[in-house]
């Protein structure tokens, strides 16, 4: 596929401070339109610059184009076969279907999940309520208690914790969790840039960093699991690590693959989610117009004598509307996380090669302006037909695409959803004096 030039050797390497900020992959879109290549070293890296070129890969392709490459960042973390980084192949069929199952039975997308988030909704009013009455005029960060109240969901579903705000547990589970996946992406791009062997001594003190960080929340899951084992009752699963126990108990239960499966999930429930929630409120109070659109329509569908329902959910198209405004313009995951084919293959017109990392341009997609007219303004308005009814865009695809999209997706939508309509029922958000 076409791209830019590079130097010999380390190709593109020079410019990879730019693909920080996005616009080193907006401009991949504008130059050589819905494919590119560039070469970062020994990294030939392809972006896929529209939603239907993903599809096409990803969905259309799928047996071709849902395996991971190599990369020497995920593999410093040492983990066991987790669901991430597996090969598209039987066995992670069969791991990621019997995640989904799991997940399923222990709250996700069930009716049990509604109540919990709700639940965890009221407490943190709560929370922002007072904290704003002591902050005044200063404001109050929302960051910290959108990241306590999901892990407190996230933890209920994995070994059925709930943590009250200033619980010890939940304060060394949330530091371990901070940034465990976060590297400096320019670092991240030389390493898996470099040759092998060269970005091992380079990167070594790094690389040993990264290998520890997972130490101790690998002690506190195994931790739970010995607990677990103690008190559960076969055949009655409480929560995700009960309901592993059952399925795979025996002399070939590996422990290690559990407790790395439990970590997979904390960077996205932990991080990505609550931001997308940050997002949505922060857009929705820098625009007041907006703010009074959304609790109108709160007020019509839902008043204020009754909880927001996942029923409800249908007829609030004005607040997806916002949702999915909110996931184009804040780009939650940017980039998705790479693919790549084991042998050479064909896609629009083009060779892939094989163990070329290929990459979603959800960035260039999302601002791309022939789509989204004005792309940097937040305007829900966009993602409604003339009768006011949400529109889902085929373009905004944050969870990916494909047989390796999300797991998460279904417990994203409830929360981020039930959330977002409860805090705006109750709560007005502006932002502080002079900010
Ligand atoms: C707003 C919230 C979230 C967003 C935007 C998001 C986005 C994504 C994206 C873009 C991918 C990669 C798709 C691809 O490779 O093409 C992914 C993968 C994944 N996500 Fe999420 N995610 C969210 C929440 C969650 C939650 C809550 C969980 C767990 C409870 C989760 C667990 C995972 C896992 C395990 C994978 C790897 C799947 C695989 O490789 O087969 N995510 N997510």
């Not at 990879?16 to 990294?43: H, N, P, T």
């Not at 983990?79 to 279907?97: A, L, R, T, V, Y």
């Not at 313009?329 to 998705?336: Q, S």
């Not at 792309?375 to 529109?391: C, I, S, T, V």
């Amino acid at each position: 596929p076409p791209g830019p030039y590079g130097l010999p050797v380390i190709g593109y390497l020079l410019s990879a401070a730019g693909f920080s900020d996005g616009s080193e992959q907006q401009k991949f879109k504008q130059k050589y339109g819905d494919i590119a290549s560039v070469q970062l070293g020994s990294d030939l890296q392809i972006w896929l610059n529209s939603a239907d070129l993903i599809k096409e890969a990803f969905v259309n392709n799928a047996s071709e184009f849902s395996h991971r490459p190599y990369s020497l960042f995920r593999q410093s973390f040492k983990f066991q076969d987790d669901i991430i980084s597996i090969p598209f192949d039987d066995e992670w069929k069969k791991s990621k279907k019997f995640l989904a199952t799991i997940l399923k039975n222990c709250g996700f997308g069930s009716g049990s999940l509604d109540v919990k988030v709700l639940s965890e909704t009221d407490a943190l009013i709560f929370r922002l309520e007072k904290q704003q009455k002591v902050a005044g005029d200063e404001g109050i960060s929302l960051d910290e208690p959108l990241r306590w109240i999901a892990a407190n969901l996230i933890c209920q579903i994995i070994h059925s914790n709930h943590y009250e705000e200033d619980d010890p547990e939940l304060k060394q589970l949330l530091a371990m969790s901070k940034g465990l996946f976060t590297f400096d992406l320019t670092k991240t791009m030389l390493m898996e840039a470099l040759p092998y062997w060269l970005a091992r001594r380079i990167f070594r003190s790094d690389i040993n960093e990264i290998s520890n960080r997972p130490l101790g929340l690998r002690n506190f899951l195994r931790k739970k699991i010995t607990e677990h084992e103690a008190t559960r009752t076969p055949g009655e699963p409480r929560d995700f690590i009960d309901a592993y126990l059952d399925e795979k108990a025996g002399p070939n239960l590996n422990y290690t693959k559990l407790i790395d499966n439990c970590i997979m999930f904390l960077p996205d429930s932990l991080d990505t989610l609550p931001l997308a929630i940050e997002w949505l409120v922060l857009y929705v109070a820098r625009f007041p117009h907006i703010q009074t659109i959304l609790h109108k329509e709160l007020d019509d569908i839902v008043g204020r004598a009754r909880e927001p329902q996942l029923k409800d959910k249908a007829k609030l198209n004005y607040l997806e509307a916002c949702m999915l405004e909110t996931y184009r313009l804040a780009n939650i995951f940017p980039g998705l996380i790479p693919h790549t084919v084991r042998r050479n293959v064909w896609l629009a017109g083009y060779t892939i090669p094989r163990g070329a990392s290929i990459h979603g341009n959800t960035i260039a997609i999302n601002l791309d302006p022939n789509v989204f007219p004005n792309p940097l303004e937040f305007r829900p308005e966009r993602h409604l037909d003339a009768n006011g009814n949400f529109k889902p865009s085929e373009h905004v695809i944050p969870f990916g695409v494909g047989p390796r999209s999300c797991p998460g997706q279904p417990l994203s939508n409830v929360e981020i959803f039930l959330v977002a309509s409860k805090l705006f029922q109750k709560l007005q958000f502006n932002f502080p004096l002079n900010q």
